[in-house]
């Protein structure tokens, strides 16, 4: 049995005026943000979802964390299902860490009041050691004691993100899920904080869940990786196997669209042709068809399941796989 289980997730919400559609009498949109994903991970593992803006990266992490419902589907860690409603000692055990550590942190509290409230809230440790506690955080995340007393905006970037994934830390997860955690870094601050998670994970034995749009961050910090589009999974494969040679048309565009070094586009150049579908109008069968260079036929009539040679080398493409064996 897996670690952490995530089998046939749904998450839906109800779009534009609820009053406006009670008045002409018909029921509210219904946007399916994620649609069916399955996957699981091992304690220690590292698993990279990556994707378009608004493919349902962001909305699959806050299911797993417990921040949205679930349509339906179930999650469950260490053998035990995660409900809707759940109890305070499930809810340490998987926590996310922000992109935006500017807003995501009170401007108003210190650092130490901050991780204090937490350890206290949640009885992590004996009142008297919460100020121990604190310090222990601090090299945790590779930041001087001093940055105690600090407020978020007399930081810097790089040191609000520690001190968002230290927060995260104090109530001692199994599970921590990062989502776009460096995106809003510069670039020579990215790596250290990188390296932080990596470390972290090894040291910790944590179960890490990596968001990014950024193919080379995944790159660096999963072992396996997730492509998403449109709320579905497209390919999930280990990290090395899916760089070095990706199935499904989608993976193939994206790292074609990633900047290389040395090497120059034409303006308006882009391997990804056209705009994703609406999530509330999705084309017949493959949801990726209109932009894809392989359509067929069979695309518009039927939807590809998530399918390979093995469990851990799938895609979601009638084409991705006509080298191989398909098992099923």
């Not at 601090?138 to 001087?144: E, F, P």
């Not at 396996?224 to 449109?230: N, P, S």
Request: hydrophobic residues 40%.
């Amino acid at each position: 049995m897996s670690f952490l289980s995530v089998n046939d997730v749904t998450v839906r919400f109800s779009v534009g005026s609820k009053f406006a559609a009670w008045i002409k009498r018909e029921k509210p949109p219904i946007l399916t943000a994620v649609d069916g994903i399955s996957f699981d991970a091992e304690r220690g593992e590292s698993i990279g979802i990556v994707g378009e803006s608004g493919c349902g990266k962001s909305t699959l992490a806050k299911a797993i964390t417990g921040l949205v419902p679930v349509a339906s589907g179930s999650i469950s860690l260490d053998g035990e299902e995660l409900s809707g409603k759940r109890d305070p000692a499930l809810r340490r055990r998987i926590q996310m860490v922000f992109q935006d550590p500017s807003s995501s942190l009170n401007p108003s509290l210190t650092v130490e009041q901050m991780l204090s409230e937490l350890l206290r809230v949640h009885n992590i440790v004996p009142r008297d050691q919460i100020a121990d506690r604190c310090v222990e955080l601090m090299d945790l995340v590779k930041l001087r004691t001093s940055l105690l007393e600090a407020r978020p905006r007399r930081m810097s970037g790089g040191q609000r993100q520690r001190v968002g994934i230290a927060r995260a830390l104090a109530l001692e997860p199994d599970v921590l899920i990062a989502d776009e955690s460096v995106a809003a870094l510069d670039v020579s601050v990215q790596a250290p904080i990188l390296n932080l998670l990596n470390s972290l994970r090894e040291e910790l034995d944590l179960t890490l869940m990596f968001i990014s749009h950024d193919l080379a961050v995944v790159r660096y910090v999963s072992d396996r990786v997730i492509v998403m589009y449109l709320g579905r999974a497209v390919e999930d494969r280990p990290t090395s196997e899916m760089f070095e040679d990706p199935r499904h048309p989608y993976t193939k565009a994206l790292m074609a669209a990633a900047p290389k070094f040395g090497v120059k586009k034409a303006p308006g150049e882009s391997a990804l042709k056209g705009e994703p579908p609406s999530a509330l109008n999705l084309p017949s069968g493959c949801r990726f068809r209109p932009r894809c260079p392989l359509a067929a036929e069979i695309c518009e009539q039927t939807e590809p399941g998530l399918t390979g040679p093995s469990e851990v080398q799938r895609a979601a493409c009638h084409f991705a796989w006509e080298d191989e064996e398909i098992s099923s």
